[in-house]
């Protein structure tokens, strides 16, 4: 019987890993930034720290101890700095020792962007806001979108002959000098909307058929009916 996969010392690096693991999460000013990041939302040094009820220069020696053991992950938007969870399949191991340490779930992420903005608005030249969000989530969703480890997303065959029917020239916004697809971080919302080409191109659609409407005073979007009378399945 092959016994090379159990062999001791594979096992000893398993063990070590492990209890480098396990002493990066039990620090509980990390274990509290870890259970704040289990929603899903980005935050900031500055808000995990407020959350791990530690210093500013503390929480930054926490994070980089957490980011060294891959457990969060580091996105850079602007001259903002954001912390995530580094995967799904951190967030699974954490939800899985929470159930087993009996703890509660964590606040639920409540931003403080007026509820106009909030909603929808532009972010440059696509659409962001919870309706950016939605947007995002659901072309995934509709297997129209798929991601790659570049970060950057390719629309799958699907989803080029959907946006093409809906009037996206997916050719056209191939050939333009800008990345085509990619995930940008909501400032509001801290989960991503679409960015890139195909973003604007999204954009420019649904202002010329009406689904979405500017705001005469600034970034507003406004879904109008018609968004969501022929686009259910992405504006409802």
């Not at 990041?37 to 926490?62: F, I, P, W, Y």
């Not at 009916?225 to 992405?234: D, F, S, T």
């Amino acid at each position: 019987m092959d016994t090379r996969s159990s062999s001791p010392a594979s096992s000893s690096n398993v063990d070590v890993q492990l209890a480098r693991l396990a002493g990066a999460i039990a620090e509980p000013a990390r274990a509290r930034m870890l259970s704040c990041l289990m929603d899903g939302h980005a935050r900031t040094a500055t808000e995990l720290a407020t959350v791990a009820e530690v210093a500013a220069s503390t929480a930054s020696a926490h994070l980089a101890r957490l980011r060294q053991e891959r457990l969060v992950e580091l996105l850079v938007q602007g001259k903002h700095r954001y912390f995530r969870l580094a995967g799904d399949n951190v967030a699974a191991a954490l939800e899985s020792l929470m159930v087993v340490a009996g703890a509660p779930r964590a606040a639920q992420f409540k931003p403080s962007t007026p509820s106009r903005l909030r909603a929808a608005r532009t972010c440059y030249d696509h659409m962001a806001g919870t309706a950016g969000v939605a947007l995002h989530d659901r072309l995934h969703a509709q297997g129209w979108l798929s991601g790659l480890q570049s970060g950057s997303y390719e629309l799958t065959p699907e989803g080029a002959i959907a946006l093409e029917s809906l009037g996206v020239e997916v050719d056209a916004v191939r050939r333009s000098r800008r990345r085509f697809a990619c995930a940008c971080l909501d400032w509001s919302e801290r989960r991503p909307h679409l960015g890139g080409a195909l973003g604007a191109a999204w954009l420019q659609l649904s202002l010329r058929r009406g689904w979405v409407r500017q705001e005469l005073d600034g970034r507003a979007l406004a879904l109008t009916p018609k968004a969501q009378r022929e686009m259910p399945e992405l504006f409802a």
